[in-house]
């Protein structure tokens, strides 16, 4: 018999059963704590809070991040682009939405149709969402945007009288808040946020006379809801803190971290002194230990500058990760420790358990919670817990 039919002579193998494949690595968000740091950003009194989703809700998803939100009682949502404001409308999210980085070049008229307020910082966007609401037969909100010191958006101090004087003679146009943006709010000084609050009040006073009369006055951020009463005014706009992000500085208000990324060890080797671990061999282990695979990398936004003080937790404990993290693997050093093989690897979760945080690898990489967070992703999957109204998932 040839070796060919002694191939073909074997049993056959038996398939394994058929499944969904499962995801290498997860991210879990908990909207009971994206809830209570809603409620913990929201200010006493009349003002009210919106809700910042853009960037995928801080990469913890859009769409269930909004439904939340105004099931806890936000009164608005705020995304940076047009096509992210659609996407709630065609999500069936029909909550007040601003819009603010729309420009001149910008197709407004769905957004101007689906009720999207839109942010204008100059005359020309403002001629823009003028077109869009001809085209559509409404009038468009607007929200005029002024800069208060930051020297990013908003209209400038020497142009805001112009843009104000365009608004209120605009046909279709009306403009129902005025908001600007605090650069120093993470400073938990009151002083820091001073100049800023009465360019703002300035600002207001002046759009006033020109025969304005926004209903909706905003310009703090989650730092400044936080700490900074005098800026609340009509609306807080609260982004990062909504996502557990402590934003002042040297301060913890019992922000809870919403997301959680898990993934499993796929190998457990057991290595000698004098290994080479990964690429270029930039970690070289002093010892006879064991090396366990995690199947996640930099093309899943684990950053590479993990590689170096970048930890882990394996069946509650802590472990350094070594040598170069790669596109789609990074390798954890656990010592004597045993590890089962497909045991989960916490990568970020929650301190109060003695886990990594976003700050704690921002402070690792040199970059801010708010990176980390919106970078995660690639081929991770997402699996969202405790969802108000629904059923967990």
């Known amino acids: ?20 494949p499962a995801p290498l690595a997860t991210r879990i968000v908990d909207h009971a704590a994206i809830a209570r740091n809603i409620d913990r950003l929201r200010p006493d009194g009349d003002t009210g809070i919106m809700v910042v989703v853009k960037a995928d809700g801080f990469g913890h998803g859009m769409r269930e991040v909004a439904r939340t939100a105004i099931a806890v009682g936000a009164d608005w949502l705020g995304v940076a682009t047009v096509d992210e404001a659609l996407t709630l409308r065609a999500a069936g999210i029909d909550a007040p939405v601003l819009c603010w980085l729309a420009d001149p070049w910008t197709n407004l008229t769905d957004a101007v149709a689906a009720t999207i307020t839109i942010s204008c910082a100059n005359i020309e966007t403002l001629q823009a969402v003028t077109a ?68 703002f009040d300035e600002g207001v006073d002046e759009a006033r006379e020109l025969g304005l009369s926004p209903g909706v006055l905003h310009l703090a951020n989650s730092a400044a809801a936080l700490d900074h009463e005098q800026t609340w005014f009509d609306l807080v706009r609260c982004g990062a803190g909504v996502y557990g992000i402590e934003t002042v500085r040297d301060r913890n208000h019992a922000l809870e971290p919403a997301m959680r990324v898990v993934s499993r060890a796929t190998q457990v080797r057991r290595v000698p002194a004098g290994s080479g671990v990964s ?100 081929r991770m999957a997402r699996e969202h817990i405790n969802q108000v109204g629904t059923a967990s998932s």
């Open 132 to 199: 869009a609401a001809a085209a559509t037969g409404t009038t468009a909100q607007v929200h005029l945007e002024l800069d208060t010191g930051m020297a990013r958006g908003g209209a400038e101090s020497t142009r805001w009288a112009e843009l104000c004087a365009a608004a209120a003679a605009a046909r279709g146009v009306e403009v129902t808040g005025i908001w600007s943006h605090l650069a120093l709010a993470a400073d938990p000084d009151p002083l820091s946020t001073t100049a800023q609050k009465i360019a």
């Open 1 to 20: 018999m040839t070796s060919a039919e002694q191939f073909h002579a074997r049993p056959p193998v038996s398939a394994p059963p058929v499944s969904a």
């Open 279 to 378: 690429y270029n061999h930039a970690y070289v282990t002093d010892r006879e230990t064991t090396l366990v695979l995690v199947p996640v990398g930099y093309g899943d936004g684990v950053p590479r500058g993990l590689s170096q003080g970048g930890q882990v937790v394996i069946d509650g404990l802590r472990h350094p990760i070594v040598g170069a993290i790669s596109m789609d693997q990074l390798v954890v050093d656990v010592g004597d420790i045993p590890v089962e093989l497909g045991a989960e690897v916490v990568l970020l979760g929650s301190p109060r358990r003695g886990e990594p945080d976003a700050q704690e690898w921002a402070d690792v990489t040199g970059t801010i919670a708010h990176e980390i967070l919106t970078g995660l992703g690639g």
